[in-house]
Each structure stands twice: as C-alpha cells, then as structure tokens.
C-alpha cells in the first residue's frame, strides 16, 4: 500500500509517496520553503504546492512540529503562534478530497526508526529524539507510541532544553561539536535519570554526523544515530496513516 509522506518542519515543507511496506519513497521527495510567517493558512497552501507535483490520490499522513489531538494543533514552539487551535487534517482533508491524518513530527520519525530503523524489533522502552531546529521525542514502549512527548522542553539550569542542546542552538550560538556535545550530554543525562530507556535513537539533521559528536557524549544508556536520516519524517507520517500502524512495530 501507498500513502503520500508530508513532513512540515520549521525551514520546510517536504512530501514523497511512500511504499509502506518499505518505509522507501516512491519517486524523489518535493521540498519547498516554509512561509514566513508560518500561519496555518499559509502551511496549507504550500502544503498543496508540494502535492501539485503529483498526480495523488489516496490517503496522505502528515508530521507536524507540535502536540497534535485529532488533528488539531495544541502549541506552537517553532511556529506561528496563530496555529494554536487550528484543525489541520479537517482543512487538508477538505482541500486535498482524500483522507489525511495528522501527527507530531518526532512521533512520525520515531514510528519509521522503530518500523524501518534502527529500533527495528526492539523491545522495552525506546525513546527517539529529533534534534534540528528544536528537540523533538517519540517514546515507545514495546513498540508502541506514547503519543505527544514534548521532552524537547524540559528545563535545565533554568531553561527550555531545545533552546540550549538542539542542533539550532548550536548554529545560532557557532558552537564547537565538542562543547555542543557536551550540552547534549547533559541533555541526555537528564532524560535517562527521568525515563531510564534502554535505547536512545539521535534522529534529525545531526543523525549523519554523529561521529562528530557521540564520542564526546557518555551515557549509562545505548545511544545509537537513526537509521533513516531525513527520510524518517515523511515515512513514518505515512505510516501513521494506518489506523494500525503503532502496535505491529515488534516482529
Ligand atoms: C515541538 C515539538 C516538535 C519538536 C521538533 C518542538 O519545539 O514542541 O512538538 O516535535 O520541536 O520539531
């Protein structure tokens, strides 16, 4: 089966078919620019910039950067804050005339790791983090979602964690992989002391640089770099189209 990836981050906005018994795109993926101001409507109408370069009809799953419930969107860290309250899978499902569903970025990537990745099969409690503009969490317990984790905003020494340990932290602020790695570090000791995971999968941007930091980072807990790189966005918003898609993850 088919299903259309749409993954909405805070730079941009990217979407491919995915094969879902694969997790693999089924032809190149599409990106545009999101807007400035990202507005809700302005979301949506790139968002139909991005399915005009196919010919797409069936279901469409779609990742987007904050706590989502049915559909709706609860906060918003790294976009506008217009978008509070706004019922994104009614107004696509409107405007696309097929059905679409609508997760948190980080939930969606961690379901493609789990299903395709590098927590394929494992059990126990598997915690995903994104780490790219803001850190973003999808916690699994034997393979399925705890939905909504926003771990990315816990504080630390008095601040909101994405501020200081995501990868838009380390740009703004033109750290050294070594003295970012050691506010990861500290990041990352902080959640194993809350949740004690037994793995923890680095998924976003830096997941295809992890040898320039994980060997500055030490962790009573297995961290290993996501498998699926930018891909696991916009496949596991595809997978999450499937009513089934979080309790089969374990073989
Ligand atoms: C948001 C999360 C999101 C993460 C990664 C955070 O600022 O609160 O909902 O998953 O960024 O995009």
């Known amino acids: 089966m088919n ?8 730079s941009g906005i990217k979407g491919a078919p995915v094969d879902i018994e694969t997790g693999r795109l089924l032809s190149e993926r599409v990106r545009v620019g999101t807007p400035q101001p990202a507005t809700p409507e302005a979301i949506v ?3 139909l910039e991005v399915l005009s370069h196919f010919d797409w009809e069936g279901p469409v799953g779609c990742g987007f950067p904050a706590v989502i419930k049915d559909g709706v969107i609860q906060t918003a860290a790294n976009v506008d804050g217009s978008n509070i309250g706004f019922d994104l899978r009614k107004t696509l499902q409107k405007r696309l005339e097929n059905p679409v569903s609508v997760i948190n970025d ?11 990745g590098a927590g394929r099969g494992v059990r126990g409690v598997v915690l995903m983090l994104t780490i790219g503009t803001g850190i973003g969490s999808a916690l699994f317990v034997d393979g399925v979602l705890v939905p909504n984790t926003e771990l990315g905003h816990i504080e630390i020494d008095g601040h909101d964690a994405e501020t200081r340990a995501s ?15 050691r506010r990861l570090e500290t990041y990352l000791n902080r959640v194993e002391d809350l ?28 961290v290993v770099p996501a498998k699926m790189h930018n891909q696991a966005g916009i496949a596991g918003a595809a997978l999450a189209a499937l009513p089934e898609a979080s309790p089969q993850l374990i073989d």
């Open 195 to 222: 949740l004690w995971p037994d793995l923890i999968i680095v998924g976003g941007g830096v997941s295809k640089k992890s040898e320039k930091f994980l060997p500055h980072i030490s962790t009573r807990t297995e």
């Open 3 to 10: 299903v259309f990836g749409l993954d909405i981050g805070g």
């Open 106 to 116: 980080a939930d969606a990537a961690g379901l493609a790791e789990m299903r395709w």
């Open 167 to 181: 990868d838009g932290a380390r740009k703004r602020q033109d750290l050294s992989w070594k003295k970012w790695a």
């Open 45 to 47: 109408e790139s968002v």
